[in-house]
């Protein structure tokens, strides 16, 4: 699944600077924590083969693109499944 917008974007360190281990990335329009987060859960819930994957240049825009599991519609569908 991918979100892209055609606003100020981010350079290559900035995006780097997104997973790192630093608590927030100031900016004035944003900490970048949430995008940490986020790719964070998805890793800790289905395995570092998936997260969220960012693509920007600066003054183009960002396309963020989060990777996650294809579950079968069955085990949706289940008691107790991933979707409540």
């Known amino acids: 699944m991918s979100v892209?917008?055609?606003g100020l974007g981010m350079t290559r360190e900035q995006v780097k600077r997104l997973f790192g281990d630093t608590d927030h990335m100031p900016s004035?329009?944003?900490s970048g924590i949430g995008v940490k987060n986020?790719?964070?859960r998805i890793r800790l819930y289905f395995g570092n083969?998936?997260?969220l994957e960012i693509q920007s240049e600066?003054?183009?825009g960002t396309t963020v693109t989060?990777?996650?599991p294809a579950?079968?519609?069955e085990e949706v569908?289940?008691?107790g499944s991933y979707v409540k």
């Open 4 to 6: 892209s917008d055609n």
């Open 28 to 30: 004035g329009r944003g």
């Open 38 to 40: 986020v790719h964070q």
């Open 49 to 51: 083969d998936y997260g």
């Open 58 to 60: 600066p003054d183009e």
């Open 66 to 68: 989060a990777h996650l």
């Open 71 to 73: 579950i079968p519609y």
């Open 77 to 79: 569908k289940k008691e």
